[in-house]
Structure formats: structure tokens, C-alpha cells
């Protein structure tokens, strides 16, 4: 078993290679996916104008040059890859994002003094962390008091998740150069390569309901937390994208050969077909659309914002 160093460090190498791959256009995408995000989820993005910001496991930098494109006065970006905070610096400069700070560094020990941000971001980093409840301790601490904190952390239920659980010892048993060389057979760009790599192989992954995120924040003094149900703009903004995601899990493992591969194919082959049977019944009238999102997608990603007292 891996000590919480050996984790982060393989965290960090894993997503430093995942975010340097992206090209221009591709990276470039997903600064400006940050303000759709954010708009179609109902906030106000002229609210980060002169406001100091902190992306925490910032990876390449993305949210970072976003923050500062909106007006944000100060923005710092820490991340545990070198390779990703040496990405970012290069993207930020490349996109004229003036006021970024990028540095290395642990988001279980941030090395900013207490009440120091007007915002923080977190997203996609508490469920790859050994002790999220440092980490959200850590998060919360170095927020303003009337500061807020925005976060996108894995649900529960649904289709994909425990598909992703029975994939991930198999997909390590055949290794990452195999599985990342099936993903390019299947002609997937940066982006979607990121997507499968990071739930097949990160060192940890975990979900959350969203009562026990509500406790862990009002244990941490933050109020008002708002879930996001609007500007998903991914795999789970409808059911037939949701079924096009599950068969990219299906894509991978038909492009690998072995006995292993094909006894994921096999797994990945009937969930894809109860996905599309759900879809199917949502489009026929046979099952509600709420009822079928809750059957295929669950509880969905988990996006919020909730803001410190």
C-alpha cells in the first residue's frame, strides 16, 4: 500500500501528463468552459473582478487564466506536478493572463496564511486526496470570512461510477501504456483522454452523497451551500451524452487484446446497453426523464458553491 506521499506524487505525475497533452485549441476550450460553467450554473461571473483567487490542484492552469480573463486582481494555482505547474506558466503566458502566481505544492498543506482568498476553487481534487477532510479543512481555512468556495467532487449512483470500480483493477493489470494506446487507436483527443486515464488509473478516487458534503461544509463553517442542476455542458448534460460517454469505456477495451480486455469490453457492453435501454424508454414516454436520469446518472458530479461566515 502507498504511503499519502507516494499518492500524491503519482497523483500528480498521472495529471501532469494528462493536462500537458491538451493542445491549443483544446486547452484554450476549457478556460472558456470555466465562465459557461459558471453562468449557466446562475452566478454572476463579474463578481471575480478584483477579487484574489485560489485554484487548488489547478493542473494545467485552466480555471487559473479563466479567474484572471474575468477580471480576478491576484490568482494563485498550486498543483503537486511540476510537469503541470510548468504547463500552466507557459499557457498563461501564452494567453496573456496577467496576475498568476503558479507554484508546486500540496493542497493538505497550503502554504497561504489564514483568511487570505476571496475565493477558492477546488474542482475534481477532494475525492483523488487520502485525507479530504484535511484537505477541506485546509481549503476552508485560508478563505475570507464572506469569502466563497466553488467545488466539483464525484457523486454516487448512477451507471458510470460503479462501472469505473470494476473497470480499474483490470485496466491496471494491463497497464497505462496499453490502455493510453487503445485510447489513441480509438482516436480520442486530449480532453476525453483525460477523462478515461484519470478514472482508470488515479491512485485515489472516491464519492460523495450530497448530505455528507453539506456536514463536512457546515463542519468547516461554511453556509449557503448551492448545488448546481443547470450548465453540466459534459457527460451528464443529457442521457444520450451519457450514453455516448459509456461507450468510449467500451471503445478502449475492444482496441486492446487479451482475455482481460475483452472481460471489460464485456462489462462496459451491458451497462452501455441498460443505458440505452433507459434512454430508450425516456424517449418512448415509458420512463420519466427525471426517473431515468436518476436511474443512469444518479446523483451526477456534484458542482457548488458555498461561502464562509
Given at each position: 500500500?502507498n504511503t499519502?506521499?507516494?499518492?500524491?506524487?503519482?497523483?500528480?505525475?498521472?495529471?501532469?501528463?494528462?493536462?500537458a497533452?491538451?493542445?491549443?485549441?483544446s486547452?484554450?476550450f476549457s478556460?472558456?468552459l470555466?465562465?459557461?460553467?459558471?453562468?449557466d450554473g446562475?452566478?454572476d461571473?463579474?463578481w471575480?473582478?478584483?477579487?484574489?483567487?485560489?485554484?487548488?490542484?489547478?493542473g494545467g492552469?485552466?480555471?487559473?487564466?479563466?479567474?484572471?480573463?474575468l477580471?480576478?486582481s491576484?490568482v494563485?494555482g498550486?498543483?503537486?506536478?511540476?510537469l503541470?505547474?510548468?504547463d500552466?506558466?507557459?499557457r498563461?503566458?501564452?494567453?496573456?493572463?496577467a496576475?498568476?502566481n503558479f507554484?508546486?505544492g500540496?493542497?493538505?498543506?497550503l502554504p497561504?496564511?489564514?483568511?487570505?482568498?476571496?475565493?477558492v476553487?477546488a474542482?475534481?481534487?477532494?475525492m483523488?486526496?487520502?485525507?479530504?477532510?484535511?484537505?477541506?479543512s485546509?481549503?476552508?481555512r485560508?478563505?475570507k470570512p464572506?469569502g466563497?468556495?466553488?467545488m466539483?467532487?464525484?457523486?454516487?449512483?448512477?451507471l458510470?461510477?460503479?462501472?469505473?470500480?470494476?473497470?480499474r483493477?483490470?485496466a491496471q493489470y494491463?497497464?497505462?501504456?496499453?490502455?493510453?494506446?487503445a485510447?489513441?487507436k480509438?482516436?480520442?483527443?486530449a480532453?476525453r483522454?483525460?477523462?478515461y486515464?484519470?478514472?482508470?488509473f488515479?491512485?485515489?478516487?472516491?464519492?460523495y452523497?450530497?448530505?455528507?458534503?453539506?456536514g463536512?461544509l457546515?463542519?468547516?463553517?461554511l453556509e449557503?451551500?448551492?448545488r448546481w442542476?443547470r450548465?453540466?455542458l459534459?457527460?451528464e448534460?443529457?442521457l444520450?451524452?451519457?450514453v455516448?460517454?459509456l461507450?468510449g469505456?467500451?471503445?478502449?477495451?475492444?482496441a486492446?487484446?487479451?482475455?482481460a480486455?475483452?472481460?471489460?469490453a464485456a462489462?462496459?457492453q451491458?451497462?452501455?446497453?441498460h443505458?440505452?435501454?433507459?434512454a430508450?424508454d425516456?424517449?418512448?414516454?415509458?420512463?420519466?426523464e427525471?426517473d431515468?436520469?436518476?436511474?443512469?446518472?444518479?446523483?451526477?458530479?456534484?458542482?457548488?458553491?458555498?461561502?464562509?461566515a
Amino acid at each position: 500500500m502507498n504511503t499519502p506521499i507516494q499518492t500524491e506524487s503519482a497523483t500528480g505525475a498521472l495529471f501532469g501528463n494528462l493536462f500537458a497533452a491538451y493542445d491549443d485549441a483544446s486547452f484554450k476550450f476549457s478556460v472558456d468552459l470555466f465562465e459557461r460553467r459558471f453562468r449557466d450554473g446562475g452566478f454572476d461571473v463579474s463578481w471575480f473582478k478584483d477579487k484574489k483567487c485560489l485554484d487548488a490542484g489547478c493542473g494545467g492552469g485552466r480555471y487559473s487564466i479563466a479567474m484572471a480573463h474575468l477580471g480576478a486582481s491576484a490568482v494563485d494555482g498550486i498543483d503537486l506536478s511540476e510537469l503541470g505547474i510548468a504547463d500552466a506558466k507557459r499557457r498563461a503566458n501564452d494567453l496573456g493572463a496577467a496576475h498568476v502566481n503558479f507554484q508546486v505544492g500540496s493542497v493538505a498543506a497550503l502554504p497561504y496564511a489564514d483568511s487570505t482568498f476571496d475565493c477558492v476553487i477546488a474542482s475534481g481534487v477532494l475525492m483523488h486526496t487520502t485525507d479530504p477532510v484535511k484537505v477541506l479543512s485546509e481549503l476552508c481555512r485560508v478563505i475570507k470570512p464572506g469569502g466563497i468556495l466553488y467545488m466539483l467532487v464525484y457523486a454516487t449512483e448512477g451507471l458510470r461510477w460503479p462501472l469505473v470500480q470494476m473497470l480499474r483493477p483490470i485496466a491496471q493489470y494491463i497497464g497505462f501504456e496499453t490502455i493510453d494506446a487503445a485510447v489513441a487507436k480509438a482516436g480520442m483527443l486530449a480532453p476525453r483522454r483525460r477523462t478515461y486515464l484519470d478514472d482508470l488509473f488515479v491512485p485515489c478516487i472516491d464519492f460523495y452523497t450530497w448530505q455528507c458534503l453539506e456536514g463536512m461544509l457546515k463542519a468547516n463553517g461554511l453556509e449557503n451551500a448551492t448545488r448546481w442542476t443547470r450548465g453540466r455542458l459534459d457527460q451528464e448534460e443529457t442521457l444520450g451524452t451519457y450514453v455516448k460517454d459509456l461507450s468510449g469505456f467500451l471503445e478502449v477495451f475492444q482496441a486492446v487484446p487479451g482475455d482481460a480486455a475483452r472481460t471489460a469490453a464485456a462489462i462496459c457492453q451491458s451497462v452501455g446497453d441498460h443505458a440505452t435501454r433507459i434512454a430508450t424508454d425516456v424517449s418512448a414516454g415509458r420512463l420519466s426523464e427525471a426517473d431515468g436520469r436518476t436511474q443512469a446518472i444518479g446523483q451526477g458530479h456534484h458542482r457548488f458553491t458555498a461561502s464562509k461566515a
